[in-house]
């Protein structure tokens, strides 16, 4: 096991598993650990501690969190886990009883002074640095800008509340300087998240702040329009479709923020939404979006959606396979539903056989593949804005348009793009594309540079 001598500056590991959300939890304590002096580094041999951000929503994510601290105590020995599984330390300790602390989402002092305990920092002022924009788990041309903790729904599937707390909005004057250092350290998009990216401010009864000068509320529509300021792409996540996001599409269509929504909507039966007991249930859904997309026509949506919930029957799922095809959904995920322990939904009736949710989930991906399929050959032989990933040796550069989020949705390959430039933004122009993605080529000049 790697030793730490008084000379040497302590290292720590990191694995951060999860959501986004979870990712910028990572990046805090990450960026608080470098103020303080340790060196992060990449391999568990490396490595004198090994700290892992869990997820624990459902039972897929949990064994995936469990199996990561095995790992890292067989590989390093010095373990400390946190995050959202950490709510649940007793499931944590039957599992692996020689980690040395468990700490639960959002408790970055507890991280660190844990991390202290166990290996206490070298203090040296002249080296104790941090890049602007702190400590990043994404590349130099994106970030998660997280505006808010919690949740106030009571969606009978999901323990977020409980492990995360009631909707704790940042203030947006908070919220606007850190997008202004990321902007300043290079990232060209800023991807808002938060457990209800709609409900932002309404905890604090939306509060103005001072930015530049003048007063912001700390309400969505507020921040969209100061963050389109920046000069950088701003993607919306997490928004429930509530009335006042027409607003939000409004600026969407003027060009301020992208023409990106990703919305939660998780089903498209009426009777199975109020069994979930989920937000806005009540809502014309399908009016709604008509209306989103008769505001801006460019509009992409994302979505999430569940299959096979206690009391899902087959007219229920067929009516969600027509709101697919009604909506003209861009991008979907989807999963089966599965019981998570403290969940309102284990009591109730009628649980659907696990044959008949993978079934479901089958026809799902095979349904929403044939629009994705079809709404992607539309784009052929347009010309659009690329922003640039990465470069493959073989394949060129890979991107996203301004339709595409990165790790969740499709890409972009531009063949002919081998002399781009990661973080860069171009005009490319579409030849191709497949159920996921889209292929293109940029023209450039002999003497490019």
């Given at each position: 096991?790697?030793?730490?001598?008084?000379?040497?500056?302590p290292?720590?590991?990191?694995?951060?598993?999860?959501?986004?959300?979870?990712?910028?939890?990572?990046?805090?304590?990450?960026?608080?650990?470098?103020?303080?002096?340790?060196?992060?580094?990449?391999?568990?041999?490396?490595?004198?501690?090994?700290?892992?951000?869990?997820?624990?929503?459902?039972?897929?994510?949990v064994?995936e969190?469990?199996?990561?601290?095995?790992?890292?105590?067989n590989?390093?020995?010095?373990?400390?886990?946190?995050?959202?599984?950490?709510?649940?330390?007793?499931?944590?300790?039957?599992?692996h009883?020689?980690?040395?602390?468990?700490?639960?989402?959002q408790r970055?002092?507890?991280?660190?002074?844990?991390?202290?305990?166990?290996?206490?920092?070298?203090?040296?002022?002249?080296?104790?640095?941090?890049?602007?924009?702190?400590?990043?788990?994404?590349?130099?041309?994106?970030?998660?800008?997280k505006?808010?903790?919690g949740?106030?729904?009571?969606?009978r599937?999901?323990?977020?509340?409980?492990?995360?707390?009631?909707?704790?909005?940042?203030?947006?004057?908070?919220?606007?300087?850190?997008?202004?250092?990321?902007?300043?350290?290079?990232?060209?998009?800023?991807?808002?998240?938060?457990?209800?990216?709609?409900?932002?401010?309404?905890?604090?009864?939306?509060?103005?702040?001072?930015?530049?000068?003048?007063?912001?509320?700390?309400?969505?529509?507020?921040?969209?329009?100061?963050?389109?300021?920046?000069?950088?792409?701003?993607?919306m996540?997490?928004?429930?479709?509530?009335?006042?996001?027409?607003?939000?599409?409004?600026?969407?269509?003027?060009?301020?923020?992208?023409?990106?929504?990703?919305?939660?909507?998780?089903?498209?039966?009426?009777?199975?939404?109020?069994?979930?007991?989920?937000?806005?249930?009540?809502?014309?859904?399908?009016?709604?979006?008509?209306?989103?997309?008769?505001?801006?026509?460019?509009?992409?949506?994302?979505?999430?959606?569940?299959?096979?919930?206690?009391?899902?029957?087959?007219?229920?799922f067929?009516?969600?396979?027509d709101?697919?095809?009604?909506?003209?959904?861009d991008r979907?995920?989807?999963?089966?539903?599965?019981?998570?322990d403290?969940?309102?939904?284990?009591?109730l009736?009628?649980?659907?056989?696990?044959?008949?949710?993978?079934?479901?989930?089958?026809?799902?991906?095979?349904?929403?593949?044939?629009?994705?399929?079809?709404?992607?050959?539309?784009?052929?032989?347009?010309?659009?804005?690329?922003?640039?990933?990465?470069?493959?040796?073989?394949?060129?550069?890979?991107?996203?348009?301004?339709?595409?989020?990165?790790?969740?949705?499709?890409?972009?390959?531009?063949?002919?793009g081998?002399?781009?430039?990661?973080?860069?933004?171009?005009?490319?122009?579409?030849?191709?594309?497949?159920?996921?993605?889209?292929y293109?080529?940029?023209?450039l000049?002999?003497?490019?540079?």
């Amino acid at each position: 096991m790697p030793q730490t001598t008084q000379s040497q500056v302590p290292r720590v590991g990191f694995v951060s598993l999860g959501c986004p959300k979870a990712l910028v939890d990572s990046e805090r304590i990450l960026s608080q650990l470098r103020v303080e002096g340790y060196a992060i580094v990449g391999g568990y041999a490396d490595a004198d501690l090994v700290v892992v951000n869990t997820c624990g929503f459902i039972d897929a994510a949990v064994e995936e969190s469990l199996d990561a601290i095995g790992e890292a105590l067989n590989e390093n020995g010095k373990v400390i886990v946190t995050g959202c599984l950490g709510a649940k330390p007793g499931v944590v300790e039957a599992a692996h009883p020689q980690v040395l602390a468990v700490t639960g989402p959002q408790r970055y002092e507890e991280v660190l002074d844990a991390v202290h305990t166990y290996l206490p920092p070298r203090r040296d002022p002249f080296t104790d640095l941090l890049p602007p924009g702190g400590l990043k788990l994404t590349p130099r041309h994106y970030a998660y800008l997280k505006i808010a903790e919690g949740c106030n729904h009571k969606c009978r599937f999901c323990i977020i509340p409980s492990m995360r707390g009631l909707l704790a909005s940042r203030p947006v004057g908070d919220v606007l300087r850190e997008a202004e250092a990321l902007v300043s350290a290079g990232v060209r998009e800023l991807l808002v998240i938060s457990q209800d990216t709609s409900a932002y401010g309404s905890d604090i009864k939306f509060k103005p702040d001072l930015w530049r000068g003048g007063l912001v509320r700390s309400h969505v529509q507020d921040l969209a329009r100061a963050l389109g300021q920046l000069g950088v792409w701003v993607r919306m996540h997490y928004v429930y479709p509530y009335p006042h996001v027409d607003k939000l599409v409004e600026l969407m269509a003027e060009g301020t923020i992208l023409p990106y929504l990703d919305v939660p909507f998780q089903h498209g039966s009426a009777d199975v939404l109020e069994a979930m007991r989920r937000p806005a249930h009540a809502e014309n859904t399908l009016a709604r979006v008509s209306k989103w997309r008769e505001i801006c026509p460019d509009l992409a949506l994302r979505s999430t959606f569940m299959v096979g919930f206690p009391g899902e029957t087959e007219r229920d799922f067929e009516i969600l396979l027509d709101f697919l095809t009604e909506a003209q959904i861009d991008r979907a995920g989807c999963f089966e539903y599965s019981a998570v322990d403290g969940a309102s939904a284990n009591d109730l009736p009628d649980a659907v056989p696990d044959t008949v949710k993978a079934e479901r989930l089958e026809r799902f991906m095979a349904h929403q593949s044939a629009i994705s399929t079809a709404r992607l050959a539309t784009k052929v032989g347009l010309s659009m804005p690329v922003i640039v990933d990465e470069i493959d040796d073989e394949l060129g550069a890979i991107g996203r348009t301004e339709a595409n989020a990165p790790e969740v949705d499709g890409q972009v390959i531009i063949t002919d793009g081998h002399l781009l430039t990661p973080g860069e933004i171009v005009e490319a122009t579409i030849d191709d594309a497949d159920e996921h993605d889209l292929y293109a080529h940029v023209s450039l000049d002999d003497d490019w540079d």
